[in-house]
């Protein structure tokens, strides 16, 4: 076991992407420093966690989902009741290893993981995907021993910035692309069926897909395809039936464009693209900053703005465009993205400004944190 490794920890996190993708991360890096660690993953067994972490080798302890009501409701009558069960789950996990940290990523699991290390002495190392902190990891920051940021500016009491620790294949595909480029581009295309000579834009609107930037982008279709731009629309499931009636009403000039649902290997996609165009969820934001690709960034319209404060940084630093929702339309597409597409010498500055503001080393800084705060507790005997 090196010096920076633990040899136990519990993480939580779940329901989404955003939370198990890093997290997963962190516990790659754990393993890596000690392959005999102990790391027992907190979830629940609806979210996306519940396929993506026994997938990837990890055991998932159930723990109940415990919203925590924005606003009065009638699940406010059960909560207590729901967090007391989810709080002892908890427990159960941390006792099963004997856990000397529990590392959250917010969520709807992370809330009872926070309460019940603090019960048990145990330290609490939390990390904050988004610019604006969730409910979950602003309550348990207020008692954790470290707390790792993605962004500058988020307000968590004592955070440092770690960046977001990257997924494996991203980790590995910023690797692939700064050995050699062009040849990790053709083998991509090649498992894509794509032209690796023809500028690509890549949109896509996340897993569940965005009807405003397909239509948006579609709508366009005849002015990238003129243009000779190629592109792969990755619609979100359920969603490509406008998207290819549209394309067929152009008739048969459509060979460059090409159409689908979701795509599980998104690193084909990006080791392709000159340029995307996306949401600005924390972990399509710092992907591509770590790959220095540039974007046309749509923040989701709705929440609490946090997509718009995730891009904001890498955006001032010229390495992406905001747009508005409801600016961004065929017309926005048509005047702008076949110009910027084409213009080499300005998305190549764009790019190489993405790459400045890029974090590739994340899941290493918060696997260090955990380290850190496993010693002080040590140290201090703070720990159980």
């Not at 000690?34 to 080798?57: C, H, I, M, Q, Y």
């Not at 968590?156 to 050995?179: C, F, N, Q, S, Y």
């Not at 731009?229 to 464009?257: C, F, I, N, S, W």
């Amino acid at each position: 076991m090196t010096a920076r490794a633990v040899p136990s920890v519990v993480l939580a996190g779940g329901g989404t992407a955003g939370h198990v993708n890093p997290l997963l991360a962190v516990a790659d890096e754990l393993r890596a420093r000690d392959p005999e660690a102990k790391v027992l993953v907190l979830g629940t067994t609806t979210g996306l966690e519940a396929d993506l972490v026994p997938a990837r080798g990890y055991e998932l302890w159930p723990v109940p989902r415990v919203p925590l009501p924005r606003r009065p409701s009638a699940d406010l009558l059960t909560l207590p009741r729901n967090l007391r069960s989810a709080v002892r789950a908890a427990q159960a996990a941390i006792d099963r290893i004997d856990a000397r940290a529990v590392v959250g990523f917010g969520g709807y699991v992370s809330t009872p993981a926070y309460l019940a290390a603090r019960r048990s002495g145990v330290p609490v190392v939390i990390h904050e995907q988004n610019a604006r902190p969730g409910l979950a990891n602003r309550l348990g920051a207020r008692w954790a021993a470290r707390v790792g940021l993605t962004f500058e500016g988020t307000t968590l009491r004592g955070g440092v910035v770690t960046g977001l620790p990257l997924r494996h294949e991203i980790a590995d595909l910023v690797g692939r692309r700064t050995a050699d480029a062009a040849g990790t581009r053709q083998a991509a295309a090649a498992a894509l069926g794509l032209d690796p000579t023809r500028p690509t834009l890549l949109v896509t609107g996340g897993s569940s897909g965005a009807l405003a930037v397909n239509a948006a982008v579609v709508g366009a279709a005849a002015s990238l395809l003129t243009a000779g731009v190629q592109v792969l629309h990755l619609t979100g499931r359920g969603k490509d039936g406008p998207v290819r009636e549209a394309l067929a009403d152009l008739g048969t000039a459509t060979a460059h464009y090409h159409v689908r649902e979701y795509l599980s290997e998104m690193h084909h996609g990006l080791a392709v693209a000159d340029l995307v165009v996306a949401r600005a969820g924390a972990g399509t934001v710092c992907e591509l900053a770590a790959l220095g690709i540039p974007a046309v960034y749509v923040p989701l319209p709705v929440g609490n703005g946090e997509q718009r404060l995730n891009a904001t940084p890498l955006v001032r630093a010229g390495g992406g465009v905001l747009v508005d929702d409801d600016a961004f339309t065929p017309a926005w597409v048509t005047a702008n993205v076949p110009a910027l597409i084409g213009d080499a010498e300005r998305l190549g500055a764009m790019a190489r400004a993405a790459g400045a503001t890029g974090v590739r080393d994340g899941a290493a800084r918060v696997a260090d944190l955990v380290a850190d705060a496993v010693a002080e507790a040590a140290r201090t005997g703070a720990s159980r």
